[in-house]
């Protein structure tokens, strides 16, 4: 769920707002969603470098998927 979550929030980070409006870190993000628990909140997250690679790996995945339906 948190591969889905980071380009859930990739997505999010990407939308125009008001220049007063603080945009959520991914932690914020996660906790909204019920995906970070408390004694997580404290310890070091998951390595986001590594939620990109398997991020664009899905995303690369879906593009081969929506090439094969359109042949």
């Known amino acids: 769920m948190r591969e889905q979550a980071y380009l859930g929030w990739l997505i999010y980070l990407m939308q125009p707002t008001a220049e007063r409006i603080r ?6 993000w996660l906790t909204n969603f019920g995906l970070l628990e408390e004694k997580e909140k404290k310890e070091r997250i998951e390595d986001v470098e590594a ?4 991020s664009l790996a899905i995303a690369e995945k879906i593009v081969e998927m929506d090439k094969r339906h359109r042949s």
Request: net charge positive; no cysteine.
């Open 23 to 28: 945009k959520m870190s991914f932690q914020e």
């Open 51 to 54: 939620m990109k690679r398997k």
